[in-house]
């Protein structure tokens, strides 16, 4: 699995010298956060990218590259994943979309990208994704172009079903000043799916929290087992619990709906915590970076009187106490105050 993030070199299939090529966004994605590796622009058209030859014979590829990254239309991806059998790569993430999220029925290019990746052994994240963002090595392989100079280390792993969520995740925590380890853009999950990326981030030594943005949850049994289990704490965001949304939801990953009050009480028991946005999840970040609480008796302090009565409402659902403060801290606080119209009182 660290081959995903820590690739020592990577070939990326369906790179063109053309403005609207998309497959050289990978490459200079990774350049900008600053990946070391050597990466290996494969495409129909010869050319140069970024400094790089464009491979246009894939059997003169070295042998054992670490990570393909494949953005080529789905009727090719199983002959290029054969050719990535053929040269020891094991690692893939395959970025094409046209799967069963566009046509459930019978699938044939999907069948065959399965069964040659079984064959060879190949492990892959997707289809329909953006794979992967890794500060720690620089590795950054979403196809849209990304201002990845200024994504921020950091404890949070994120584990994400949407491409575009997964992009404005990194944009956001990034704005929020909260940094992360990895990103990680699953798709449609027809390989490696939450299960083993939770797996592998609970073990993680860069990786402090655990953040997840889902669309379905398959193996719900083994997600709430290894959440009790894990020491690090887990912060889902769950989408796709109405009727509009599902329709929309399986026509984006082909994911399907879970009966949203069965999901909410299997994540409580489990001691995940729920949010209901990306905000949320910065929010939780940054609590969960605090110090942990020894009690729940709070001195609360706000900025206007209406937010104290707010953070009073608050604390109070949230089985809080705001006992009184005690007269020596309070004559202190007094010695602070201008106009002498602030009440002393807790929330303050």
């Given at each position: 699995m660290?081959?995903?993030?820590?690739?020592?070199?990577?070939?990326?299939f369906g790179?063109?010298?053309?403005?609207?090529?998309?497959?050289?966004?990978?490459?200079?994605?990774?350049?900008?956060?600053?990946?070391?590796?050597e990466i290996y622009p494969v495409g129909r058209e010869p050319g140069n990218v970024h400094g790089r030859r464009?491979?246009?014979?894939?059997?003169?590829?070295?042998?054992?590259?670490?990570?393909?990254?494949?953005?080529?239309?789905?009727g090719f991806v199983a002959e290029t994943l054969e050719i990535c059998g053929q040269k020891g790569i094991r690692h893939a993430i395959i970025s094409t979309g046209g799967f069963r999220e566009l046509d459930d029925r019978d699938n044939p290019a999907e069948k065959d990208m399965v069964n040659v990746a079984r064959r060879y052994g190949i492990r892959f994240i997707g289809p329909n994704c953006i794979g992967v963002i890794c500060t720690g090595s620089?590795?950054?392989?979403?196809?849209?172009?990304?201002?990845?100079?200024?994504?921020?280390?950091?404890?949070?792993?994120?584990?994400?079903q949407?491409?575009?969520?997964?992009?404005?995740?990194?944009?956001?925590?990034?704005?929020?000043?909260?940094?992360?380890?990895?990103?990680?853009?699953?798709?449609?999950?027809?390989?490696?799916?939450?299960?083993?990326?939770?797996?592998?981030?609970?073990?993680?030594?860069?990786?402090?929290?655990?953040?997840?943005?889902?669309?379905?949850?398959?193996?719900?049994?083994?997600?709430?087992?290894?959440?009790?289990?894990s020491k690090k704490p887990i912060v889902i965001f769950k989408s796709n619990v109405s009727k509009t949304a599902s329709k929309v939801a399986y026509s984006h990953t082909a994911a399907l709906s879970n009966d949203d009050r069965i999901v909410d009480c299997a994540l409580k028991q489990a001691g995940i915590v729920r949010v209901e946005g990306i905000h949320h999840m910065t929010v939780?970040?940054?609590?969960?970076?605090?110090?942990?609480?020894?009690?729940?008796?709070?001195?609360?302090?706000?900025?206007?009187?209406?937010?104290?009565?707010i953070l009073g409402d608050a604390c109070e659902r949230y089985g809080f106490k705001c006992p009184p403060l005690p007269r020596k801290l309070i004559n202190q606080i007094e010695g602070f105050r201008r106009a002498g119209v602030i009440r002393m009182s807790n929330p303050m």
């Open positions: 660290r081959k995903f993030f820590h690739p020592s070199n990577m070939a990326v790179v063109a010298a053309n403005s609207r090529n998309l497959g050289k966004n990978i490459i200079s994605n990774s350049l900008e956060m600053g990946f070391k590796g464009i491979i246009t014979d894939p059997g003169s590829l070295p042998d054992g590259i670490d990570l393909a990254v494949i953005l080529i239309p789905a620089g590795l950054c392989t979403p196809f849209n172009p990304m201002r990845a100079g200024k994504f921020k280390k950091g404890p949070v792993g994120l584990i994400v949407s491409g575009g969520v997964t992009t404005q995740c990194a944009y956001y925590f990034s704005e929020e000043h909260v940094g992360f380890s990895k990103i990680i853009s699953m798709g449609n999950k027809l390989d490696l799916d939450e299960i083993d990326f939770l797996n592998y981030l609970i073990c993680d030594e860069d990786t402090e929290q655990i953040h997840m943005y889902l669309e379905s949850i398959e193996y719900g049994r083994e997600l709430t087992r290894l959440a009790k289990t939780a970040a940054k609590a969960l970076q605090l110090p942990p609480l020894r009690g729940n008796r709070l001195a609360v302090i706000s900025l206007s009187g209406g937010f104290s009565v």
